[in-house]
């Protein structure tokens, strides 16, 4: 579940950004984006505590440090990319 939300929240952030690029109103993609991407995390913990409860310790040994990392990245390059549009456009104001 969390790849689909992790590819729903890229989506929306390359329309975000397309929207912006035409002229478009891109706010809703923005927060689209912005919630897949907290989707992402939310699943992502979700499948961390099914292996707690299950007391997979190898998955979570071999899993979650990775995870942790990419997640983090991503999520960060997430809202960089989200928020963009309207820091170019505070910039364009000025």
Same mark, same amino acid.
């Given at each position: +579940?969390?790849? =689909?939300? *992790?590819?729903? !929240? ?12 035409? *002229? ?5 993609? +923005?927060?689209? *984006?912005?919630?897949?991407?907290? !989707? ?6 979700? #499948?961390?505590?099914?292996? /707690? ?13 990775? %995870?942790?990392? $990419? ?7 997430? =809202? /960089?990319?989200?928020?963009?549009? %309207? #820091? #170019?456009? $505070?910039?364009?104001?000025?």
């Amino acid at each position: +579940m969390w790849m =689909i939300f *992790g590819l729903m !929240a890229a989506a929306a952030t390359f329309i975000n950004l397309y929207q912006y690029k035409k *002229g478009k109103e891109y706010k809703f993609a +923005m927060a689209m *984006g912005l919630s897949f991407t907290a !989707a992402t995390l939310w699943a992502e913990y979700r #499948l961390v505590f099914k292996w /707690v409860e299950k007391e997979d310790w190898s998955a979570l040994l071999d899993v979650v440090p990775t %995870m942790v990392t $990419l997640l983090s990245v991503l999520t960060l390059i997430s =809202i /960089v990319l989200n928020i963009a549009p %309207m #820091l #170019l456009e $505070l910039k364009a104001r000025k």
